[in-house]
């Protein structure tokens, strides 16, 4: 990850929140000049600073959003390249195919499972929701591809979302296919402790096993040392989560607020 100038972060932010009756038109398109390097854009600004204000604003917007998430023009660069090969395989893979009586052959789509129509409602919904996520996915990640020509920065917004819209529906199948039914009843008569003994403790390992998972990866997170690195790891934590909520875990009010540092839903 590229070094992030701190000071000229600051710097952007006063300017941008200086009235603009006394904001220096030319200040913020040294500013802009330092970030893109493009200076017959910038002896542009300067030459009519009043006609370019509102461009220059804009364009020191932009780069302001990156540059609060610790990231500079390169290092969106790269998350692109890793959230889009990422996303690529996601848009390959068959959403699921909406139930037809007229067409029942077609109601099993790839990685539904045969057990769906069992499994209680908040687990079909996982699948189902992902239906609506998956189209998104596809829209918003053409609607990328078709950006490829303007700046990183202009594709930042659009690209966070995506990667949010593609963890959320990686997760949403993970605890799909996670999910364990309890055993069915039979028919001998045994005691309730020893009829629930094998349900706890496999729910216990399943839970303590998540939150391995979760000190594991946000210690990987914290040291992290490049975006694609990082954003792995937040899956990973981000799976854990959603296993132990799913098994009735909870979490103390500072470790809610660790993880929304991270970028983790928690609901």
Known sequence: MAKIDRQLTKD????????????????????????????????????????????????????????????????????????????????????????????????IARGRREDHESLPQHIRELWDSNKQTHQKIVLLFNELKGMSDMQPCDRYEKLSILDQLDRRYRDNLAAYDAYVAPPSPTPEIVSQPEAKAPINSEKEKQMNAARKTLSKYKKRCREAEDQSTKALAITKIQQAVDTIRLLGGDFSDSSVAELREFGISID
Do not use: C
């Not at 542009?44 to 917007?61: D, I, M, Q, T």
């Not at 660069?77 to 139930?99: F, Y």
């Open 12 to 107: 952007i932010q006063d300017w941008l929140l200086t009235d603009n009756s006394k904001r220096d038109v030319a200040k913020g398109a040294e500013m802009l000049l330092a970030l893109t390097r493009n200076r017959a854009l910038t002896t542009s600004y300067l030459r009519n600073p009043h006609k370019f204000e509102a461009k220059v604003v804009y364009e020191l917007k932009k780069h302001l959003k990156i540059r609060l998430h610790n990231m500079s023009v390169a290092d969106v660069a790269n998350l692109e390249q890793t959230v889009m090969l990422r996303v690529a395989d996601t848009v390959e893979t068959a959403p699921a195919i909406s139930v037809n009586s007229e067409f029942p052959e077609a109601t």
